[in-house]
């Protein structure tokens, strides 16, 4: 298991969501369900943004050290990239590093907002073999119960992210 898996089943068990052996844990009330299936919808979106942050930043830094990143298979496009960045001053790559954070924050924020307007309509998650009591069920996740996904990202973001908010501002 690699570290990001690790960081996020941490979390989910935490939160009680994953039990002892690994299955994930559904509460009985169908309102409790939903809020559950839109945070973990929540926690995909933030786990997708903290991998693309991190390449970036395994990349502008030359480290090697993100969990897809192999100085072995290296492809000719990344490594031009890399040594661009090799050639920047330090204060040169945070800005760039800065940059990323802000750009990707951003287009994640979009992303909610268009999922939240999204014609109209709601959106369903559907789950197929993670809860014995029911092998195949639909959970709307939008709208919410009380707030827009792009209000939430806020709080998934201080929740989930391995990168944000840890060492940065907002």
């Excluded at 970036?56 to 040594?83: L, M, N, P, V």
């Excluded at 661009?84 to 750009?103: G, I, N």
């Excluded at 709307?140 to 990168?163: K, N, V």
């Amino acid at each position: 298991m690699t570290p990001q898996q690790e960081f996020y089943r941490r979390i989910m068990t935490k939160r009680g969501w994953l039990s002892e052996d690994g299955t994930i844990k559904w509460p009985s009330d169908e309102r409790e369900r939903r809020a559950m299936a839109r945070e973990l919808f929540g926690l995909e979106l933030v786990s997708e943004l903290d991998d693309g942050v991190e390449h970036a930043e395994d990349e502008i830094y030359d480290t090697f050290q993100a969990a897809w990143s192999s100085k072995d298979k290296i492809a000719e496009d990344a490594a031009q990239r890399r040594a661009v960045f090799c050639s920047m001053t330090d204060e040169q790559k945070r800005a760039t590093l800065d940059l990323v954070h802000h750009f990707g924050e951003s287009m994640l924020f979009s992303f909610c907002c268009h999922l939240d307007q999204f014609c109209s309509c709601g959106i369903r998650m559907h789950l197929s073999g993670t809860n014995p009591q029911k092998p195949e069920e639909e959970l709307q996740i939008q709208p919410g119960d009380f707030l827009d996904m792009h209000d939430e990202l806020g709080q998934w973001l201080e929740a989930f992210s391995r990168i944000y908010g840890k060492d940065q501002e907002a």
